[in-house]
């Protein structure tokens, strides 16, 4: 148990637990945090993955949406050839303006027809091309070869497509590769990179172009053969890269970089599209994928742009960051605090239980004392009694409470015990009174009451605590010591020393005043030296008892008897004159002469002689009436005893 009044030591310890805890607390808060921070983190980079896959799903989903639109208008203008046996360029032109390629269809360069021209057909075809309008109208570039493909219908037909007309796509192995592919899976084929005729010097783009074969209308084309056999041209598209991705910018919202390649080889060469170059790359998140049409490959490297997911609340983990870091130091605090009240309450409980301890022992050892203790407040209002000092009045506490225990006090010792404890109380000083106190037997007890003032922390009274110890047998004791010292063993009477002493004191209160007197006698018996002889020294002791029997007879309350030796005794008559003494004195030596000492069917005679002595204030000294007394006697005892002589007559 923690002492009441903790060392300094542990007090530091304690100080040093509080501190622990505290940082223990920080550590763990903190730990926490960096754990709850790496959660959000990795729930954060998840969510931030599965966003980018889903853009970049959406991504390549629009390109190839857009693809399929395009390879729709083909598959449409294919129609058109195979609704008429020849498709004269008003028809194309009508057809496609129809489409409002612009407005529905944005990023394609156009929409055109290559006609496959056999070399023996060449100059026919020309011809017939120049004699529609066009007199510049060549197939280019210009080579021999068996077989030509010319670009005769290229709609819109204006501004950079009409660079593209005569122009022979089959010379070019690209373009070549993707009609023939065309051809023999019939369906869309898709070039790779190629730069389109219609480019000028300015804003080179790279461009691609998708082919869908036309055959001679009722020739079956199955078959690969007899497709090659009855392929009569291709309706073809050629975009411009940048232009068919603007197509596509609708969907798309700037959070992703995109790069396009030709193929799966990455490189300057193969690159067709690329997006503005971006800020930063680190921590970007990257994923390539291809995109396979027409049997063409196209690698697209899709790279979120700085700031792609803002809207995920990335500031989550930032907040859990500052906020958990926050806690800690707070949770740091709670615990310092916490512990340290521990610590307050621990003291104080254990403060409070050595209290307890320490009122148990107290109350124990005061119940089990042999004394009786009480306590008051600082009305000198008793608010607690032992058991011993209910035991010893034989009353209720509820009686001795407050200023109960006074009626046991005796009657005559209670206004000097209420004056001198209320004067105790005033000095708040220790104290010590003795009286009488009322026991549960009806006996009042001599008691010594002893206290001592009480004082709280401050310094403030508040009241007195004492105990009572039972001293009767002490003054018994002490009487008889005293009756001992002062009387006479054999009679009773005032010894010769006590004698002269309250001889003293008489002749000091004459002294105060003139007006008063006393007497004093001397008495001494009569031959009483025959008695011891004749009888024995017991006997002589027996007269001496039975005299001092006749004296007690006569004499007042007041009187003072003493016996100043051997069968020699003296009485103080206060307020007596010195006639008023004779009579006495008369009377005394009657009864004396009159009643014998009867031993064993004995009778022994005795008589005494007295002589009287005035005691006023004009006395010289106690001696000086005593020598005087003493004096008459001697005459008393001259003149034939049993006889009362007065002095200085
Ligand atoms: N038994 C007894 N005798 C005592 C005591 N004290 C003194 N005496 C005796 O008392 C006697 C006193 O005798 P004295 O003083 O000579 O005189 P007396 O015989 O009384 O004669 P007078 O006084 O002249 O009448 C002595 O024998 C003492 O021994 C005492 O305490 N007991």
Avoid at 145 to 164: D, K, V
């Amino acid at each position: 148990m923690m002492p009441i009044s903790a060392s300094t030591a542990a007090k530091k310890y304690c100080r040093l637990q509080a501190l622990g805890g505290a940082y223990l607390g920080l550590f763990a808060g903190l730990l926490i945090t960096f754990g709850v921070w790496r959660w959000s983190e990795h729930n954060f980079a998840l969510n931030e993955q599965a966003y980018f896959d889903f853009r970049v799903g959406q991504l390549l989903a629009s390109i190839d949406n857009r693809l399929e639109a395009y390879r729709q208008v083909l598959y449409g203008t294919r129609g058109l050839f195979a609704a008429s046996s020849v498709v004269a360029r008003a028809e194309f032109q009508e057809y496609i303006n129809a489409l409002h390629l612009e407005q529905r269809y944005p990023g394609i360069q156009g929409v055109g027809f290559s006609l496959i021209v056999p070399k023996d057909k060449k100059d026919v075809h020309i011809k017939e091309i120049r004699r529609q309008g066009f007199a510049d109208y060549r197939i280019y570039p210009d080579q021999d070869r068996e077989i030509y493909t010319s670009i005769i219908y290229l709609e819109p037909f204006s501004g950079r497509n009409l660079r593209a007309f005569g122009y022979d796509m089959f010379t070019e192995p690209v373009r070549r590769r993707a009609m023939e592919y065309a051809c023999k899976h019939n369906q869309i084929g898709m070039s790779g990179k190629v730069t389109l005729v219609q480019e000028t010097d300015s804003d080179v783009q790279a461009g691609f172009l998708l082919y869908l074969p036309v055959y001679r209308n009722n020739q079956p084309h199955d078959s690969v053969d007899e497709r090659k056999a009855s392929v009569i041209g291709w309706v073809y598209a050629p975009f411009r890269i940048k232009d068919f991705m603007s197509g596509v910018g609708d969907e798309r919202r700037g959070d992703l970089n995109l790069s396009i390649y030709d193929g799966e080889t990455l490189s300057a060469d193969s690159l067709m599209y690329s997006d503005q170059p971006q800020l930063t790359t680190d921590q970007a998140i990257v994923t390539t994928r291809t995109l396979r049409t027409g049997g063409q490959v196209w690698t697209l490297v899709i790279r979120s742009e700085p700031g792609f997911g803002n809207w995920l609340n990335h500031d989550q983990s930032l907040t859990i960051l500052i906020s958990g870091m926050a806690l800690s130091v707070m949770l740091a605090f709670l615990i310092r605090e916490f512990i340290t009240r521990g610590q307050a309450l621990a003291f104080a409980a254990a403060t409070n239980r050595e209290l307890q301890e320490s009122e148990a022992r107290f109350r124990l050892m005061a119940d089990s004392a042999p004394v009786l203790i009480w306590m008051t407040d600082a009305a000198e209002s008793v608010v607690w009694l032992n058991k011993h000092w209910l035991d010893f009045t034989g009353r209720e506490l509820s009686q001795e409470l407050g200023r109960g225990w006074l009626e046991s006090v005796y009657p005559s010792h209670l206004d000097l015990v209420v004056k001198l404890l209320g004067w105790h109380f005033q000095l708040r000083k220790p104290f010590s009174v003795e009286y009488r106190l009322r026991r549960h037997d009806g006996e009042y007890r001599w008691i010594v009451n002893s206290g001592v003032p009480r004082f709280d922390e401050k310094g403030e009274f508040v009241g007195f605590i004492g105990s009572c110890i039972d001293i009767t047998s002490h003054k018994e004791m002490e009487e008889e010591l005293w009756e001992l010292a002062t009387t006479d063993g054999l009679t009773g009477f005032l010894n010769r020393r006590h004698f002269l002493v309250r001889l003293q004191e008489e002749f000091n209160r004459m002294q105060r005043n003139d007006d008063l007197h006393s007497s004093v006698l001397m008495l001494d018996l009569d031959h009483f030296k025959r008695i011891n002889d004749s009888y024995g020294h017991a006997t002589g002791d027996a007269m001496l008892k039975h005299f001092a029997e006749i004296i007690r007879g006569q004499q007042r309350k007041i009187d003072v008897v003493g016996r100043l030796g051997g069968e020699e005794f003296a009485i103080i008559l206060p307020d007596t004159d010195i006639y008023e003494a004779r009579v006495f004195a008369e009377r005394l030596r009657n009864v004396v002469a009159s009643k014998p000492l009867w031993q064993q069917d004995t009778m022994i005679e005795i008589t005494v002689s007295i002589g009287i002595a005035l005691l006023n204030y004009a006395s010289l000294s106690p001696d000086s009436v005593l020598g005087a007394a003493d004096r008459a006697l001697y005459r008393a005892k001259a003149d034939g005893r049993n006889r009362v002589a007065l002095a200085g007559k």
